[in-house]
């Protein structure tokens, strides 16, 4: 017995070296690696030989409106610029030595390997490649966070193929991987104890973490500045890029901001409902600080909510506020929100809002999120839009998609209109079934669970049904001339390719890749019309001697609120 | 029954009118008391009124909202006060089980990891009632397999606690994997309202816990024996297995049903119970069941009205002022304890 009791002892005790023999082993063999790469990666500060020259000039560059970056002009080759932890960084053009005697981390510019915690961050890099007409600058980006839908052009390619690489959730990324894409530069968010801790992991880890707090600014401008940035990371042809891309940007807000000088004020209220909780942005958040410059009357308005972030608040406060608004903003985005029938259901009082009588509800597009900051200029003016329709007609609402009932019918002009929430189908004059949806959002169907998501799932049944889908905004349209007052009234009339008179010529207008083709009932003959379809061309019979039928139309601009307005009212 | 215990009976009952009418007239939109006892009084005799904000905010969201605290309030306490008495451990309370960290599992499965398809979609109200449901009720049937196999009720206890931290680790790998929007929808929904709360709604947590409570006093007798522990009961002639499988049903389901509509709430569970034996100085179930009920009722009521006005029109998770009320007595019962 005694005897057996040692033979196993001894044969626990072999296993168990082995297996300590083992695990050290492989600790050891990666402790090894990772020392590897931090000999590689480490900061290198004040490291040179040669007295540090180099004839590259940066341009002088301020910062006006963001508060947690600085951007520190030297008058030498070198910029330096600390990011929103206070991180000093020495940006060093490539080619050109390590200054003396300035303490800080170097980092060679253009980064060439970057890993971007946030899709903002590549958008505001999409821009500056846009300026540069370089699109390669994507290219860079070797890592992100986010594997669902990206709006930002090319990146799905780009990580489809390979070049970028998912290294797991901002706030579960996977060191490991980000150490073995061995980047330049990690460029981050922090704000809250987890993401800080995260960034010390990296730190220790070797790497260099360049934090880009611009969620936190106070402004949309400000949220936008940081585009210098991230453009000086790419040298000073990227700083100068994005000086100008935010140049263009401040004009066009400013311009804005005196054009709604004067204007009548509009109530409205933005907010979103989640799980039957209500969020509104603080009446101090710069959400409300930019339509207040825009004549916006924020509804709420208490004492507790004059603050700079958002607030959960009570389901009966909302609903009596909203029951004034004159325009309604969900800040919610399909496939989370879809309708406006969860709304009015949690919110008995919706309904006596002018701003449902009137068409003015709207939501964000998903593609907000990721693109939206990074256009800033283009999302002002289009919130100007929503505040002022009528002075910002011709406007393009590509951030804002109008939000509807769902499953309601309503005929106009003879035409029937099915709403579907965030789309909507026409039953046009020849009975034709035209889909009408804000852009992008049937590519929704590849990322998301029609069976989790049922407006995805009625979205899928009604791709098979019609006889043509209709992206919005339109951009390119082919008109029966005497429809063309309603696109004009409408302020898009740059939007139209060409107005048919007479006879229409199938192959010609093929050739124009119009988006829409919108004809008169009483010029357009049934054959004409299926051979359009039968091309793929989308067609929508209207009687246009009916004022009504500026509805629809408008309807294919995001403007039902202008349609209404200039046409049903 | 004493008649000490008829008259604080009498007296509970009959605040829970006062606490109705204060909750209904106080809310973060000003409406003058009088006006809402007007509203109240026309809406009960059927005259329409719908076209008035005032009147939709009366009668389909506070209305609803206080009789759901009373509802909430009254089956998390009868939940706690019946697994405090089965595990005989004064610090037990309805999560004890690991019914509600199913509940929030399944929950965090629809939202974060959109794995449950379950009747309209993530975003209805309803999926959300359903997930908990079904989640609730997974764990609950785990923990009954399990009842009547461990002897030891200590052994069931710890069950539940390991269950409970299965749980949430299974929660930590969802929430390492989801989106940010899906992650903050979580949170959202884990930190607990009763705002949300529709008239169809209460129907079905009333036609819940109706039978619930009926049960729990059926059970009373049973209970009782219970206190002196399973051997005990066993010698007075009491069906050990039965009484054991009852209260983790009813304990389980009412805390399903309650963490369905207005997400996990702290605290009630634990603390109401102990203030019903202060107050009644009583252990006797058939007594400490409807009184628990009523306590429940009254103190999650003032709890949610807190809730929505100490920030108005802030609102605050209805855990936290649950919290603010349940964790002093908690250390309150611990000191006596040790004392």
């Known amino acids: ?569 | 029954m004493r008649s000490r215990h008829i008259i604080l009976f009498s007296i509970l009952l009959i605040s829970l009118i006062p606490t109705f009418l204060i909750c209904t007239c106080i809310g973060p939109e000003y409406i003058p008391p009088l006006k809402v006892l007007k509203i109240l009084y026309s809406g009960l005799v059927g005259n329409n009124h719908s076209s008035t904000v005032y009147y939709d905010i009366i009668w389909r969201i506070r209305v609803p909202r206080v009789i759901a605290s009373f509802i909430a309030g009254a089956a998390l306490s009868i939940s706690g006060l019946l697994l405090q008495i089965l595990f005989r451990n004064p610090i037990v309370g309805p999560w004890v089980l690991g019914v509600e960290s199913g509940s929030v599992l399944a929950v965090g499965l629809l939202i974060l990891a959109g794995a449950l398809v379950v009747p309209g979609g993530v975003t209805s109200p309803w999926a959300l009632f359903a997930a908990s449901l079904i989640g609730a009720l997974a764990v609950m049937f785990i923990v009954l397999i399990l009842a009547g196999v461990v002897r030891s009720i200590v052994t069931l206890l710890l069950i539940g606690v390991t269950i409970g931290y299965l749980c949430s680790a299974m929660l930590s790998i969802l929430e390492a994997l989801a989106t940010k929007i899906q992650l903050q929808a979580f949170i959202m929904w884990s930190l607990g309202s009763l705002g949300a709360v529709t008239w169809s709604q209460i129907k079905v947590m009333a036609l819940v816990f109706v039978p619930c409570l009926v049960l729990s006093m059926i059970c009373g007798k049973g209970l009782n024996a219970y206190i002196l522990g399973e051997e005990h009961a066993k010698t007075l002639g009491v069906n050990v297995r039965v009484v054991r499988i009852m209260v983790i049903l009813v304990s389980s389901i009412l805390t399903a049903v309650i963490t369905a509509f207005a997400g996990p709430i702290a605290f009630i569970g634990l603390a109401v119970p102990h203030i019903a034996r202060l107050l009644y100085r009583t252990a006797d179930s058939r007594i400490l069941v409807p009184a628990s009920a009523i306590i429940g009722a009254v103190v999650t009521a003032y709890c949610d009205l807190a809730s929505r006005m100490m920030l108005a029109p802030v609102e605050l998770p209805i855990s936290t002022t649950t919290s603010l009320f349940g964790a002093p007595i908690l250390i309150m019962l611990l000191t006596r304890r040790r004392a």
């Not at chain 1, 594997?147 to 780009?158: D, H, T």
């Not at chain 1, 968010?189 to 801790?197: A, D, I, L, R």
């Not at chain 1, 593609?367 to 289009?382: C, D, E, F, P």
């Not at chain 1, 929430?421 to 049937?442: A, C, N, Q, S, V």
């Open chain 1, 1 to 569: 017995m005694v005897r057996k009791s040692v033979i196993a002892g001894v044969i626990i005790a072999v296993i168990v070296i082995i297996i300590a023999g083992v695990a050290s082993y492989l600790y050891l063999s990666h402790r090894k690696t990772t020392t590897t790469i931090r000999k590689t990666t480490r900061p290198v500060t004040h490291v040179t030989a040669r007295p540090p020259t180099c004839k590259v000039s940066w341009p002088t560059v301020s910062v006006e409106y963001a508060t947690l970056f600085k951007i520190i002009n030297t008058g030498k080759y070198y910029l330096i610029v600390k990011d929103a932890a206070n991180h000093t960084f020495i940006l060093v053009p490539r080619g050109c030595p390590a200054p003396r005697n300035v303490s800080g981390t170097v980092v060679y510019v253009p980064i060439r390997r970057g890993v971007y915690f946030s899709t903002t961050e590549v958008a505001l890099l999409y821009r500056i490649a846009q300026a540069l007409h370089k699109m390669s600058l994507l290219r860079t980006v070797v890592g992100v966070t986010w594997k669902g839908v990206w709006w930002i052009p090319y990146m799905q390619e780009l990580l489809n193929n390979g070049t970028t690489k998912y290294i797991g959730s901002s706030w579960h990324p996977d060191i490991e991987e980000i150490l073995a894409l061995n980047p330049d530069l990690v460029i981050m968010y922090t704000g809250f104890s987890t993401m800080v801790q995260i960034m010390n992991k990296l730190e220790k880890a070797g790497l260099k973490v360049f934090v880009d707090n611009e969620w936190l600014e106070k402004s949309y401008i400000a949220r936008f500045e940081w585009i210098k940035a991230i453009g000086a990371l790419y040298g000073p042809q990227g700083l100068r890029a994005a000086e100008e891309v935010f140049n263009n940007a401040v004009k066009t807000v400013e311009e804005v901001y005196d054009m709604c000088k004067g204007l009548q004020k509009v109530r409205y209220a933005w907010f979103v409902m989640y799980w039957g909780k209500f969020y509104v942005p603080g009446a101090e958040s710069y959400v409300a600080k930019a339509l207040a410059k825009m004549g916006g009357e924020y509804l709420f308005q208490s004492a507790t909510l004059r603050r700079t972030g958002s607030a959960t608040v009570s389901r009966e406060y909302v609903d009596a506020q909203v029951a004034k608004a004159q325009l309604i903003v969900i800040s919610g985005f399909p496939p989370y929100t879809t309708s406006l029938n969860p709304y009015v259901k949690a919110l008995p009082d919706m309904v006596k809002a002018p701003a449902l009588k009137t068409f003015r509800v709207f939501e964000y597009h998903p593609s907000y999120w990721q693109l939206g900051y990074a256009y800033t200029g283009k999302v002002i003016l289009q919130i100007a839009s929503l505040l002022h329709p009528e002075k910002f007609r011709g406007v393009y609402r590509t951030f804002f998609i109008p939000l509807y009932f769902t499953d309601k019918t309503m005929s106009i002009g003879g035409v029937e209109i099915i709403w579907r929430g965030y789309y909507e189908i026409i039953r046009d004059l020849y009975g034709d079934k035209i889909l009408i949806i804000p852009w992008g959002l049937t590519r929704q169907l590849k990322y998301f669970n029609p069976k989790v998501f049922p407006a995805l799932a009625t979205l899928e049944k009604d791709l098979k049904t019609v006889n043509a889908i209709v992206q919005t905004p339109v951009h390119r349209v082919v008109v029966y001339y005497t429809c063309t007052k309603y696109v004009d009234d409408l302020g898009f009339s740059s939007s139209i390719i060409r107005v048919i008179r007479g006879t229409v010529n199938v192959g010609e207008i093929e050739s124009l890749h119009p988006d829409v083709v919108i004809l008169d009932s009483s010029h357009a003959s049934k054959s004409i019309v299926e051979t359009l379809l039968s091309h793929k061309i989308p067609v929508i019979v209207l009687d246009c001697s009916n004022i009504k039928s500026g509805f629809i139309i408008s309807l294919l601009y995001n403007y039902p609120d202008l349609g209404y307005m200039l046409f049903l009212k």
